[in-house]
């Protein structure tokens, strides 16, 4: 991993940690599509081609997209697993007011943000089956800078009234209760002052 400023080996030669990163491909919500089974949760990162180089010749499950155009050149990328079943990844997301862990039910907010920077590190597991073997990369954890707008930033310092959506919510508590046997359509008031004469 010499050479390169945005990947390199950390917590020993296993981990691998890229700083600046791009990534595409997101599916935190782990959604079913044409490539992804329910459940999974994934994303891919954009490689340097030299980096793709020496991490396929590592044994990771590099992928090297074809060329949609004669003379085109695409840069390889690294499939990165996202899983809770052992140990779970630290999942950061940063903004202007700070830094905030994301939950596992949360987590499909992070396909849809606008990203301003990522840096991640990925723990390799080994597979074999019948015979082929290879390197798997799994989330360690990742920092995500989230690119505000600005209007964002203006009211970044407001602060939030708790449980968010409170003032906005109508809900049949606040409807007003009837006694046994009245009417819903028949409203009982009375004349406070009649101006009509």
């Not at 079913?32 to 499950?61: C, H, T």
């Not at 090297?64 to 695409?74: F, L, S, W």
């Not at 590190?121 to 015979?131: A, K």
């Not at 009245?182 to 004469?197: C, F, G, K, Y």
Request: negative net charge; without cysteine; hydrophobic residues 35%.
């Amino acid at each position: 991993m010499a050479g390169s400023d945005i990947a390199r080996s950390v917590d020993g030669p296993k981990s691998v940690m890229f700083e600046g990163a791009r990534i595409i491909f997101r599916n935190f919500e782990g959604k079913e599509g044409l490539y992804n089974r329910e459940g999974d949760r994934n994303f891919s990162v954009i490689l340097d081609p030299a980096i793709g180089d020496q991490m396929k010749e590592d044994g990771w499950n590099v992928k090297k997209p074809q060329p949609r155009e004669d003379g085109e050149t695409r840069d390889p990328y690294l499939q990165v697993s996202v899983s809770f079943k052992n140990r779970p990844p630290r999942i950061v997301m940063i903004t202007s007011r700070g830094r905030t862990d994301v939950p596992e039910d949360l987590l499909p907010v992070l396909d849809w943000v606008d990203i301003a920077n990522v840096d991640l590190i990925v723990n390799p597991y080994q597979w074999s089956v019948n015979g082929r073997n290879g390197v798997k990369a799994y989330l360690k954890s990742i920092y995500i800078t989230i690119q505000e707008d600005a209007l964002e930033l203006k009211y970044a310092d407001v602060q939030e009234i708790q449980g968010s959506n409170s003032m906005l919510e109508y809900t049949r508590d606040d409807q007003l209760q009837l006694e046994a046997g009245q009417d819903p359509n028949v409203i009982d008031a009375e004349i406070v002052e009649d101006n009509e004469s």
